[in-house]
């Protein structure tokens, strides 16, 4: 069948990838040089599976900047358009979600059923069925790791599918299909309670990352070995020796914006917890700009703006605080990222020159350890205990 899909960052192209095995994908984008690179069977983001898959599948994929070439005559079109939250309206700013059921519902020869992938609040869809007036759209949320998309697309914990209609049903067995994995988990409900699955399943992993962090703090500050106290800890079975290792804090595309959604969907709702894991993160970046400080650095050299190892995006990473931090505190700030192009970001100084980085940086600071800064680990400073994300 014909399948359609805007957007495709880390969500859309693995889907993409992933269907065309058997299906006629079209992929919608915005951006011309990501549509040329597609077509060449070349990744616009760092993920193995994705990379090696259009590198050696036969795929039925076709790139375009047309929205009525994509979704003319397609059976599905995947909406996973970016959903960024905005501050000020306390609120995902869902426009581009939007901006695409419009266009679906404005071709007369398109009875597509729309998917929505994108992260949104709860209740947006029930939303959406009675402003544009049609039933022909449902949520279905994806739980994707950076760098590791199209795998966990391939090996899925579980399919979750916002309605209960023959089309939900259908594309319920496309992704069945498409997995590696046998009997995936398949859950079918309403579209407001898948919602609220994708907002709380990622808030809890916030959670667990603030706790760590937490119990890193308590530790440092009191003296004592984190790794003894996490191993432990984790040795529990109910708790489980996984997503323990300390960082700087969350970030990436996911858990800031989800948390924050997730407590002003909460607006009206007794609650406490959920205020605590958003906060706690602010909190942990100021303790380790703290704890970086008492060695009174002349330079700090930032290695790496990405979030977490193998992956090569840095969007609203924790480190991106830290610097400004460091900065208003009239510390000096050198950056090492090999993906930047450019001799500045965001009017910090970019070296990437390894060996000058290391030479010029009082203290390297790295979120994770890599091989490369083993020959300066005496001037490194990190919370990675475990060599793991």
Not at 139 to 150: N, T
Not at 293 to 311: D, F, N, Q, W
Not at 351 to 364: H, R, T
Request: aromatic share 10%; glycine share 4%; charged share 25%.
């Amino acid at each position: 069948m014909k399948i359609a899909i805007a957007g495709t960052g880390y969500v859309g192209l693995s889907l993409a990838v992933l269907l065309s095995q058997e299906n006629e994908v079209f992929a919608l984008d915005v951006v011309p040089e990501k549509v040329e690179m597609i077509n060449r069977r070349e990744s616009p983001i760092a993920d193995e599976y994705i990379e090696k898959y259009m590198r050696e599948k036969d795929l039925h994929l076709t790139a375009t900047l047309d929205f009525s070439e994509a979704f003319s005559g397609a059976e599905y079109v995947i909406i996973s358009t970016p959903t960024n939250y905005d501050e000020e309206q306390n609120f995902f700013d869902t426009s581009s979600v939007e901006d695409v059921i419009e266009k679906v519902l404005s071709l007369p020869d398109c009875t597509a059923t729309m998917v929505v992938k994108s992260t949104i609040p709860v209740g947006f869809i029930r939303r959406m069925r009675e402003k544009y007036q049609t039933e022909r759209i449902f949520f279905s949320p994806e739980f994707l790791r950076e760098g590791k998309a199209l795998y966990d697309n391939l090996y899925p914990s579980r399919i979750i599918v916002g309605d209960e209609t023959p089309e939900a049903h259908k594309f319920a067995e496309i992704l069945v299909s498409a997995a590696e994995k046998k009997d995936v988990p398949v859950l079918f409900m309403n579209s407001t309670e898948a919602e609220a699955v994708k907002l709380f399943a990622n808030t809890y992993l916030a959670l667990r990352v603030a706790y760590f962090n937490e119990l890193d703090t308590y530790a440092l500050s009191k003296g004592l070995d984190t790794k003894d106290i996490i191993a432990g800890v984790s040795l529990d079975p109910r708790i489980g020796d996984f997503y323990n290792n300390p960082s700087f804090g969350y970030g990436g595309y996911c858990l800031p914006k989800d948390t924050k959604q997730l407590l002003a969907n909460y607006k009206d709702v007794p609650q406490n917890l959920i205020t605590a894991i958003v906060s706690a993160n602010e909190t942990r970046k100021e303790f380790i700009v703290s704890e970086i400080l008492k060695s009174e650095p002349e330079i700090v050299g930032i290695y790496r703006l990405t979030m977490k190892a193998g992956s090569d995006n840095f969007r609203s990473s924790a480190i991106q605080d830290i610097m400004q931090m460091l900065r208003e505190r009239g510390v000096e700030v050198i950056i090492f990222e090999p993906t930047l192009m450019d001799t500045e970001f965001e009017g910090f100084k970019v070296v990437n020159d390894l060996e000058a980085f290391k030479e010029n940086s009082s203290v390297i600071v790295a979120n994770r350890l890599e091989p490369e800064i083993a020959d300066a680990i005496g001037k490194v400073y990190t919370r990675d205990l475990f060599s793991r994300d």
